[in-house]
Nanobody, 117 residues
Framework: QVQFVESGGGLVQPGGSLRLSCVAS????????MTWYRQGPGKERELVAGISRTGSNENYADSVKGRFTISRDNAKNTVYLQMNSLKPDDTAMYYC??????????WGQGTQVIVSS
């Protein structure tokens, strides 16, 4: 059974930092590319950051480049999103996604991030 445990979200002031974690189980984590998506209030879901199976390649939305860093630990079946210099526009539900062979996609349930003073 595929499961994700996402954590690290919460309320933070503008300029602050958070680190999101997504622990996966029920599939071979190391052969899946991992991606963080987010969906803000009244907005469509958008890609935030992605990382390849080995961690050798990363990609970011323009809106978060230089502020967010994605990483993974295949030994721990975990993907992380370090978020610095947070802005109110970063307020959203953040989801981890696993994309594997044959187009298989798995989604986490999300963790809420609120950036507000």
């Amino acid at each position: 059974q595929v499961q994700f445990v996402e954590s690290g979200g919460g309320l933070v002031q503008p300029g602050g930092s958070l680190r999101l974690s997504c622990v996966a189980s029920g599939f071979t984590f190391s052969i899946y590319a991992m991606t963080w998506y987010r969906q803000g209030p009244g907005k469509e879901r958008e890609l935030v950051a992605g990382i390849s199976r080995t961690g050798s390649n990363e990609n970011y939305a323009d809106s978060v480049k230089g502020r967010f860093t994605i990483s993974r630990d295949n030994a721990k079946n975990t993907v992380y999103l370090q978020m610095n210099s947070l802005k109110p526009d970063d307020t959203a539900m953040y989801y981890c996604n696993a994309r594997g062979p044959g187009g298989i996609n798995y989604w986490g349930q999300g963790t809420q991030v609120i950036v507000s003073s």
